[in-house]
């Protein structure tokens, strides 16, 4: 029972990291290979402040601000560039911000990582909090969803969607295409930084090994396999790659064979990744298009 | 004083290994315009099959695993243009980003599974330096630089005196143009992946006989070529070259002047300046092999 609502609260929160990336990926067109470092700023700010001492509710709203003046900041000079460029830059980033939590100890305590990171003091710490921390996140990933399909049907997401297809006609139309990329940056990188505050609350300890390109690419998985600029897509993705990644602990799996779980499992995300850009690149719910 | 020559010494030994691996990188963009990320798999691969046929079952001694690890490199290189890369030629640029993204990632779970993530060395023991004019030079350095000018040299008469070379230029400057005129592009294809490949596993094996092996040595290398392939211009052969002695002596100077923590941090500045403000490399020369 609490193992289900452990996977279910891992859902809830990677849900709101990948429909957060699909803001950027799928609907604007801009291939953020560094996104994770956001989803770190956000829980480093959140579990920083609430040790110590500040309400963990007012932590997590500093950590979204964080998080989205870092991607305002980034995405300034970064959208100057183009396609892959745009992706090499972002990588290089999320990289760097890794380096900094690993090596200003002052800060960070660097790999030791911070340990004791607070819930909400109105939830039940341990186990006995874990069914209303998941109703926090579930409330919290509803308000995502309505918020991110309210911007992208409206006049502001086809506009988007204009850039992702073609600038110059964007640009024709009247249209900034600075400003929408930058907005859409900025509220990507504010809903990674939500859940990478939820994510540290919910875990309790950090460390810079958390952030790693690893993420980017199993959060990169959820939004390619669910499907690029939808909206149920990426949820999809999520609910698929936490299920199957959870439910290889069940396999009968002799003794002596652990260590080759956690590579065989990278090794068919991977796979995934490949086959998906072979065969189906639309995802497995493909974006209707008039 | 001589401090800092001794320190510009070892940038140059390890910047001209990075050369290595950023020739290869810069050919396949130069050819087929796009980011390979699995380069840096390469790398780590022919690092590690030189282990492999230094183990136990076949026992071979340094230099005759040298030859088939190469080889079984260059295979993996031309099975990566075989089957991802090449049904996907058509397609757009970040569709191709994408699977190379997912190809490193699995062939560095491969490489994880068969030999673990702990660091691995070939245990050669340790070399006597050589001193000269107060500097010193261990074997294994004058080995890599030697290696790095010989294969460099290679690669220059190759490009230069021969017809292949022609071809290779007149395709990574017009593909189109030179598919007209008759150049056979699977032949240039098969040569640009070979060499990306032998160059890329070369400098692994070099790096690995310095150092040590890690399943993640691929993708910190690949940053240093990136960042050399930058510094050159994408797509520049002899830019690339100078590039990656350029970083490998920014970054040993570097260490003069930072924590050790952030070496690199030199490499991953160097790519976000060059983004920023020269994208076409220090000597603005748009693409090309020359």
Same mark, same amino acid.
């Given at each position: 029972?609490?193992?289900?609502?452990?996977?279910l609260?891992?859902m809830?929160?990677?849900?709101?990291?990948?429909i957060?990336l699909?803001?950027?990926l799928?609907?604007t067109?801009l291939?953020?290979?560094g996104?994770?470092?956001f989803?770190?700023?956000?829980?480093y700010?959140s579990?920083?402040l609430s040790?110590?001492?500040y309400p963990?509710?007012?932590s997590m709203?500093f950590?979204?601000?964080?998080?989205?003046?870092?991607g305002?900041?980034l995405a300034?000079?970064?959208?100057r560039?183009t396609?892959?460029?745009?992706g090499?830059?972002?990588l290089?980033?999320?990289?760097?911000v890794r380096l900094?939590f690993l090596?200003?100890?002052?800060?960070t305590k660097?790999?030791?990582?911070l340990?004791?990171?607070p819930?909400?003091?109105?939830m039940n710490e341990?186990?006995?909090?874990?069914?209303?921390?998941l *109703?926090?996140c579930?409330?919290?990933?509803s308000?995502?969803?309505l918020?991110?399909?309210?911007?992208t049907?409206?006049?502001?997401?086809?506009a988007?969607?204009?850039?992702?297809?073609?600038?110059?006609v964007?640009q024709?139309?009247?249209?900034s295409?600075?400003?929408?990329?930058?907005?859409?940056?900025?509220?990507?990188?504010?809903l990674?930084?939500?859940a990478?505050a939820?994510?540290?609350?919910?875990?309790?300890?950090?460390?810079?090994?958390d952030f790693?390109?690893?993420?980017?690419?199993?959060v990169?998985?959820?939004v390619v396999?669910?499907?690029?600029?939808?909206?149920?897509?990426?949820?999809l993705g999520?609910?698929?790659?936490?299920f199957f990644g959870e439910?290889v602990?069940f396999?009968p799996?002799?003794?002596?064979?652990g260590?080759?779980i956690?590579p065989?499992q990278?090794?068919a995300?991977?796979?995934?990744l490949?086959l998906?850009? *072979?065969?189906?690149?639309e995802?497995l719910?493909?974006?209707?298009?008039? | 004083?001589?401090?800092?020559a001794?320190?510009?010494?070892n940038?140059?030994?390890a910047?001209?290994?990075?050369?290595?691996f950023?020739?290869?990188?810069t050919?396949?963009y130069?050819?087929?315009r796009f980011i390979?990320f699995a380069h /840096?798999?390469l790398?780590?691969?022919?690092?590690?099959?030189?282990?492999?046929?230094?183990a136990?079952p076949l026992?071979?001694?340094l230099a005759g695993a040298?030859?088939?690890?190469?080889?079984?490199t260059?295979?993996?290189?031309?099975?990566?243009? %075989?089957?991802?890369y090449k049904?996907?030629?058509?397609?757009?640029h970040?569709t191709?980003?994408?699977?190379?993204i997912?190809?490193?990632?699995f062939?560095?779970?491969?490489?994880q599974l068969?030999?673990?993530?702990?660091l691995?060395t070939?245990?050669?023991?340790?070399?006597r330096g050589?001193s000269?004019f107060?500097?010193s030079l261990?074997w294994i350095?004058?080995?890599?630089g030697?290696?790095?000018l010989f294969f460099?040299?290679f690669l220059y008469?190759l490009?230069t %005196?021969t017809l292949l070379?022609k071809s290779?230029?007149?395709?990574?400057?017009?593909m189109?143009?030179?598919d007209i005129m008759?150049i056979?592009?699977k032949r240039?294809?098969?040569?640009?992946?070979?060499i990306a490949?032998?160059?890329?596993g070369? /400098?692994?094996?070099?790096?690995?006989?310095d150092?040590?092996?890690?399943p993640?040595? /691929?993708?910190?290398n690949l940053?240093?070529a $990136?960042a050399a392939?930058?510094l050159?211009g994408?797509?520049?052969?002899?830019?690339?070259l100078?590039?990656?002695?350029?970083i490998?002596v920014a970054?040993n100077l570097?260490v003069a002047?930072f924590?050790?923590?952030?070496k690199? $941090?030199?490499?991953?500045?160097?790519i976000?300046l060059?983004?920023?403000?020269?994208? %076409?490399g220090?000597?603005s020369?748009?693409g090309?092999?020359?």
């Amino acid at each position: 029972m609490d193992y289900a609502l452990h996977i279910l609260i891992l859902m809830s929160i990677y849900s709101i990291f990948a429909i957060s990336l699909n803001l950027e990926l799928g609907y604007t067109g801009l291939y953020n290979f560094g996104h994770v470092a956001f989803f770190g700023i956000g829980a480093y700010t959140s579990a920083l402040l609430s040790i110590s001492g500040y309400p963990v509710m007012m932590s997590m709203a500093f950590a979204m601000t964080a998080a989205g003046a870092a991607g305002a900041l980034l995405a300034v000079p970064a959208l100057r560039l183009t396609g892959d460029y745009f992706g090499v830059a972002t990588l290089v980033f999320a990289e760097m911000v890794r380096l900094f939590f690993l090596n200003e100890r002052w800060l960070t305590k660097g790999p030791m990582g911070l340990p004791g990171i607070p819930r909400p003091s109105w939830m039940n710490e341990g186990v006995a909090g874990m069914p209303i921390y998941l *109703l926090f996140c579930l409330v919290l990933t509803s308000a995502v969803f309505l918020l991110v399909r309210r911007l992208t049907t409206s006049p502001f997401g086809r506009a988007l969607k204009v850039v992702r297809e073609d600038e110059y006609v964007a640009q024709a139309l009247g249209k900034s295409v600075f400003i929408l990329k930058i907005k859409s940056v900025a509220v990507g990188s504010v809903l990674a930084g939500l859940a990478g505050a939820l994510w540290a609350h919910y875990i309790s300890y950090i460390s810079p090994g958390d952030f790693t390109l690893n993420e980017t690419i199993l959060v990169l998985l959820c939004v390619v396999l669910g499907g690029r600029g939808t909206n149920w897509g990426p949820v999809l993705g999520v609910c698929m790659v936490v299920f199957f990644g959870e439910a290889v602990r069940f396999l009968p799996i002799p003794a002596g064979f652990g260590r080759f779980i956690a590579p065989l499992q990278g090794m068919a995300y991977g796979m995934v990744l490949v086959l998906m850009m *072979l065969k189906r690149p639309e995802g497995l719910v493909p974006e209707y298009r008039r | 004083m001589s401090y800092y020559a001794q320190l510009l010494l070892n940038g140059i030994v390890a910047g001209s290994v990075y050369a290595l691996f950023a020739v290869g990188l810069t050919l396949v963009y130069g050819v087929f315009r796009f980011i390979n990320f699995a380069h /840096g798999e390469l790398i780590a691969c022919g690092a590690y099959f030189v282990l492999f046929f230094m183990a136990a079952p076949l026992s071979l001694p340094l230099a005759g695993a040298v030859l088939p690890a190469l080889v079984l490199t260059v295979f993996v290189g031309l099975a990566q243009d %075989r089957y991802v890369y090449k049904p996907l030629r058509h397609q757009s640029h970040i569709t191709l980003l994408i699977a190379s993204i997912g190809l490193s990632f699995f062939l560095r779970n491969a490489i994880q599974l068969v030999w673990g993530s702990d660091l691995q060395t070939y245990g050669i023991g340790l070399t006597r330096g050589v001193s000269f004019f107060g500097l010193s030079l261990t074997w294994i350095q004058m080995v890599m630089g030697g290696t790095a000018l010989f294969f460099l040299s290679f690669l220059y008469i190759l490009l230069t %005196r021969t017809l292949l070379g022609k071809s290779l230029r007149a395709v990574s400057d017009n593909m189109a143009l030179a598919d007209i005129m008759g150049i056979d592009m699977k032949r240039v294809g098969r040569a640009v992946w070979l060499i990306a490949s032998a160059f890329a596993g070369t /400098g692994g094996i070099l790096m690995a006989v310095d150092t040590n092996l890690e399943p993640m040595m /691929g993708l910190t290398n690949l940053i240093k070529a $990136f960042a050399a392939l930058l510094l050159g211009g994408a797509g520049n052969v002899w830019g690339a070259l100078i590039g990656g002695l350029i970083i490998g002596v920014a970054e040993n100077l570097g260490v003069a002047f930072f924590s050790p923590g952030y070496k690199d $941090f030199v490499s991953f500045s160097i790519i976000i300046l060059m983004l920023l403000f020269r994208p %076409r490399g220090i000597f603005s020369i748009a693409g090309g092999v020359r």
